[in-house]
């Protein structure tokens, strides 16, 4: 009798574990990824990431979801190749999944929009954007599409950001860009079902600061991925879920698909890191060394200094903004997040790791403000994952400044000349004179810091 008991314990323990693990189960699984930027030391490893994920749920649908700016103008393999690597692995993950891209500013680096659209499709991509070509008056492409997911079908419709100055300037004649939060109020409310079984998803490629605004324009239980900013982070607003996924390709978001006892979609999502030591794809692994074997010239592996240990992308734009700091005699420096690529290897530091970490180059600028002022700055720099959403405003500042500050002194500080023309996005104040320092390079002075012991 004993032993008949423990068997139906173990029985019925049994039966509650496969039930509870069924129940686990997603009904879908979404991988997205934003800002990657021709992050090759990572790519090979993404598509990896996508088939272990494919085999470690079987039968499960999967897609990709790619939220713009896949290219990087400043990556000379990328530029030289017109984007050979990223074409392939558009490529490689259509023949693993249904793929959507979702057009930014950087996507016509290589090429005008239009051939771009072109190219990315033909390689099983499916492309959806909200930028409209001057000469026609049509969309590049079109604003949405429909995914299926097994037996369910999603929504996906794309946003992107209306700066023209942050698309390349030869494109730029060619490029009709409507404000985002305008286009969402008009559009929205045809392209999202107000059904509370429906699958929502928007791309946007907007930032924090625009996404802010098309929040309520949403249903509730959206999927709303955010991108540009080169943030990393998950906010849940009721059943909504907003989350931007990094750059770089340094991590990935993998969404899994729930539904609640009310059929309501409800979406999970793990922030998982992509490593350079991480599995790669074999076949696209080897068209990276292809590319670089045939694209990288003696001057672009030349070092330029060299670093004791590794730093992580915070970390190197912090070493970034103390060099400028030391170089410059100021009090504080500041540099924009999204100057910020890559981070720094250990040992020597080639050219271009030095270009993928630091992006752009450029002048630096030089202002006094008040102490409250830089109290005002500081608290609101270097920024992370951990951040409260309250306090993201979009792109930020990386900077090094003193720990101690006092409200009756005034106190110099330094930006690049980006940082001064954009004062009021990083700074708050379109009245703070800086005065532009054009012998001072940014560039110049972190390959410097480089080569100090």
């Given at each position: 009798?004993?032993l008949?008991?423990?068997?139906?314990r173990v029985?019925f323990?049994?039966?509650?574990?496969a039930?509870?693990?069924?129940?686990?189960?997603?009904?879908?699984l979404l991988?997205?990824?934003g800002?990657?930027?021709?992050?090759?030391?990572?790519t090979?490893?993404?598509?990896?990431?996508?088939?272990?994920l494919?085999?470690?749920?079987p039968?499960?649908?999967?897609?990709?979801?790619?939220?713009?700016?896949?290219?990087?103008?400043?990556?000379?393999?990328?530029?030289?190749s017109?984007?050979?690597i990223?074409?392939?692995?558009?490529?490689?993950?259509?023949?693993?999944?249904p793929?959507?891209?979702?057009?930014?500013?950087?996507?016509?680096?290589?090429y005008?929009?239009?051939?771009?659209v072109a190219?990315?499709r033909a390689?099983?991509?499916?492309?959806?954007?909200?930028?409209?070509?001057?000469a026609?008056?049509?969309?590049?492409?079109?604003?949405?599409?429909?995914l299926?997911l097994g037996?369910?079908?999603a929504?996906?419709?794309?946003?992107?950001?209306?700066?023209?100055?942050q698309?390349?300037?030869?494109?730029?004649?060619?490029?009709?860009?409507?404000?985002?939060?305008?286009?969402?109020?008009?559009?929205?409310?045809a392209?999202?079902?107000?059904?509370?079984s429906a699958?929502?998803?928007?791309l946007?490629?907007?930032g924090v600061?625009?996404d802010?605004?098309?929040?309520?324009?949403?249903?509730?239980?959206?999927l709303f991925?955010?991108?540009h900013?080169?943030?990393?982070?998950?906010?849940?607003?009721g059943?909504?879920?907003?989350?931007h996924?990094g750059?770089?390709?340094?991590?990935?978001?993998v969404?899994?698909l729930?539904?609640d006892?009310?059929?309501?979609p409800?979406?999970?999502?793990?922030?998982?890191p992509i490593?350079?030591?991480?599995?790669?794809?074999?076949?696209?692994a080897?068209?990276i060394?292809?590319?670089r074997?045939?694209?990288?010239m003696?001057?672009?592996?030349?070092?330029?200094?060299?670093?004791?240990?590794?730093?992580?992308?915070?970390?190197?734009?912090?070493?970034?903004?103390?060099?400028?700091?030391?170089?410059?005699?100021?009090?504080?420096?500041?540099?924009?997040?999204?100057?910020?690529g890559?981070?720094?290897?250990?040992?020597?530091?080639?050219?271009?790791?030095?270009?993928?970490c630091?992006?752009?180059?450029?002048?630096?600028?030089?202002a006094?403000?008040?102490?409250?002022?830089l109290?005002?700055?500081?608290?609101?720099?270097?920024?992370?994952?951990?951040t409260?959403?309250?306090e993201r405003?979009?792109e930020?500042?990386?900077s090094?400044?003193?720990t101690?500050?006092?409200?009756?002194?005034?106190?110099r500080?330094?930006?690049?000349?980006?940082g001064?023309?954009?004062?009021?996005?990083?700074?708050?104040?379109?009245?703070?004179?800086?005065?532009?320092?054009?012998?001072?390079r940014?560039?110049?002075?972190?390959?410097?810091?480089?080569?100090?012991?």
């Amino acid at each position: 009798m004993a032993l008949a008991r423990s068997i139906g314990r173990v029985v019925f323990l049994f039966l509650l574990l496969a039930g509870s693990l069924c129940a686990a189960a997603p009904e879908a699984l979404l991988v997205v990824v934003g800002d990657q930027h021709s992050a090759y030391e990572r790519t090979a490893q993404l598509v990896a990431r996508v088939d272990r994920l494919k085999t470690e749920n079987p039968g499960v649908p999967l897609a990709v979801l790619i939220d713009g700016d896949t290219f990087e103008l400043g990556n000379a393999v990328a530029k030289r190749s017109g984007g050979a690597i990223e074409f392939a692995m558009f490529a490689a993950l259509a023949r693993r999944a249904p793929t959507v891209l979702n057009l930014g500013n950087h996507e016509p680096e290589f090429y005008d929009l239009a051939e771009t659209v072109a190219r990315v499709r033909a390689t099983g991509v499916t492309v959806i954007g909200n930028i409209t070509d001057h000469a026609t008056g049509k969309l590049f492409a079109p604003a949405s599409a429909r995914l299926r997911l097994g037996g369910e079908e999603a929504v996906v419709v794309g946003v992107t950001i209306d700066a023209l100055a942050q698309y390349r300037a030869a494109v730029r004649p060619m490029l009709d860009l409507t404000n985002p939060v305008a286009w969402a109020k008009e559009k929205f409310p045809a392209l999202l079902s107000r059904a509370p079984s429906a699958l929502n998803i928007v791309l946007s490629h907007a930032g924090v600061k625009n996404d802010r605004e098309i929040f309520p324009l949403v249903p509730d239980g959206t999927l709303f991925a955010g991108a540009h900013d080169h943030l990393r982070f998950v906010h849940r607003m009721g059943r909504t879920v907003y989350f931007h996924s990094g750059s770089w390709n340094d991590h990935a978001s993998v969404v899994r698909l729930r539904r609640d006892a009310e059929r309501r979609p409800v979406w999970d999502i793990e922030q998982v890191p992509i490593d350079p030591a991480d599995p790669a794809d074999p076949e696209l692994a080897a068209v990276i060394r292809e590319m670089r074997a045939k694209y990288l010239m003696a001057e672009d592996v030349a070092s330029v200094g060299r670093l004791p240990t590794a730093l992580a992308r915070e970390d190197a734009a912090r070493f970034v903004a103390r060099a400028v700091r030391i170089a410059v005699g100021v009090d504080a420096a500041f540099i924009g997040n999204t100057t910020f690529g890559a981070g720094l290897p250990a040992g020597e530091v080639s050219r271009v790791a030095l270009d993928a970490c630091v992006r752009f180059d450029g002048t630096i600028c030089v202002a006094e403000v008040t102490g409250a002022q830089l109290r005002e700055f500081l608290a609101g720099a270097n920024q992370s994952p951990d951040t409260p959403f309250a306090e993201r405003h979009g792109e930020f500042l990386f900077s090094d400044g003193p720990t101690e500050i006092a409200a009756e002194r005034r106190y110099r500080i330094a930006t690049t000349d980006w940082g001064m023309r954009n004062r009021d996005r990083y700074f708050g104040s379109e009245t703070i004179a800086f005065i532009e320092r054009p012998e001072l390079r940014l560039k110049a002075m972190v390959a410097e810091a480089l080569n100090k012991p």
